[in-house]
């Protein structure tokens, strides 16, 4: 036999016929093909720097012919890396160890009759890969008729092998890359906006937005608002004025850092969203239950505890922190100029809320809240707390009742109000009653046993003031709020 004879046309176009050595195409005939070939000329380019090809045939010279025929090609300046499976197993491990192919030219008949339309569903349903082209070569159009194929399969092209010359080689190949470039370059566009939408919600929490009923940052304009009622939370550190003068500029950016990275998880935990930051003060909503807002406001305060632990070992004073508690209806929405926008929520209970943080210092309580949240508790008598007073809010008619909860206290102070926790409520009663002078025994009974007690040294302190008056010390919380205590 001639050589002329033994060579066998692969691929034609129509210029020129390409002729194989047909010993060397069937030099492996009988074993199994390694399961990835790299194109040689391209080994050290990166995925960033080539474009990747799968081929999948078990036929070897369909690779060697491909390889042959796509020598030199780049497009977009870049050339190509080969990549070789010859079968449908090894075609659905090397696309998963590969997830940035660009293209597959997949065979259908392999190991079985319909090898390659298994692989393109385990592409597309199992790896959720819908990024790669796949086009489909077949030598038996018979086993996959085109129109079932391209009706029941995600594929971008349909061939017989028969008519597979360079130009139409060429053509799938540019259109197929053409086609991968777009939807890569639009995977990029929508993962850099799904990044940009979680970082605004670390600016305006999504929760914020949904009440607004806004998808989106981008959706909101300036003027939306809507009405809600729910639960809100006001935190401060105590005497931060004078803490912060002890410490550097950058000190204090570090201090407050690490000390909201262990409050914001706990408000998050108890399906509240922090609204903002104001200084070392936090606001935060709880939209849910009043429960929420209160265990929060406990875990919180021994999340301080285990923070102060942590601050005496490095050196650092402990610190405490105030919490008021409020419930009611307020407005939330978007408030500014078209050129700057702010989330904010505007309502007489957030003003409350506020006062009662500050009424923690007053009454040295960790938590206090109105007789408003606590009617709204599924379980009140599961938590510990106590009558303090009744307070008139600047601009407001109606006095408002306040109580501690004192469940975030240590247990030895939970334990001395408890012990104590008769003789101070009736102490009250009887200050009400303008019968000062039993009530100053009271709250010298409860100091004897708790001398930490600030809200009954507070009630002594009027006591005696009352002595000398006749009447019971008339107030308003915010005016008295301009006169003792700092943040």
Known sequence: MSNENQKQPIIQNEEQLIFFDEEQLIANDGEESPLVVTYPDNSSLTPEESWKILIVDDEVEIHQITKLALDDFTFGGKPLTFLSAYSGAAAKELIKQHPDTALILLDVVMESDEAGLEVVKYIRNVLGNLLVRIILHTGQPGKAPEELVITHYDINGYNSKTELTTRKLFTTIVSALRSFRTLTRLEDSRRELAQVATAAARFVPYQFLSFLHKESINDVKLGDSVQATMTILFADIRSFTNLSETLYPQENFDFLNSYLRHIGPVIRQHHGFIDKYIGDGVMAL????????????????????????????????????????????????????????????????????????????????????????????????????????????????????????????????????????????????????????????????????????SAARLYLERCEVSQQTGLPLKWEGIDVLRKKGSS
């Open 286 to 453: 709880f939209p849910e239950t009043a429960d929420d807002a209160i265990q929060a406001a406990i875990e919180m305060q021994k999340q301080v505890t285990t923070y102060n632990q942590h601050r005496q070992n490095s050196g650092y004073q402990p610190i405490s922190i105030g919490i008021g508690v409020h419930s009611g209806s307020m407005m939330l929405g978007i408030i500014g100029e078209e050129e700057r926008l702010e989330s904010t929520v505007i309502a007489d209970a957030v003003n409350l809320a506020s006062r009662l943080e500050g009424l923690t210092k007053l009454y040295g309580a960790g938590i206090i809240t109105t007789v408003q949240t606590l009617s709204q508790l599924d379980e009140p008598q599961k938590y510990t707390c106590r009558f303090l007073d009744r307070v008139k809010v600047k601009g407001k008619q109606e006095p408002v009742a306040v109580f501690e909860i004192y469940d975030g206290d240590s247990e030895s102070l939970q334990k001395l109000k408890n012990k104590t926790h008769t003789d101070f409520e009736h102490g009250i009663w009887l200050y009400y009653q303008q019968n000062f002078t039993e009530a100053q025994q009271r709250f010298q009974r409860v100091l004897q046993i708790n001398n930490q007690d």
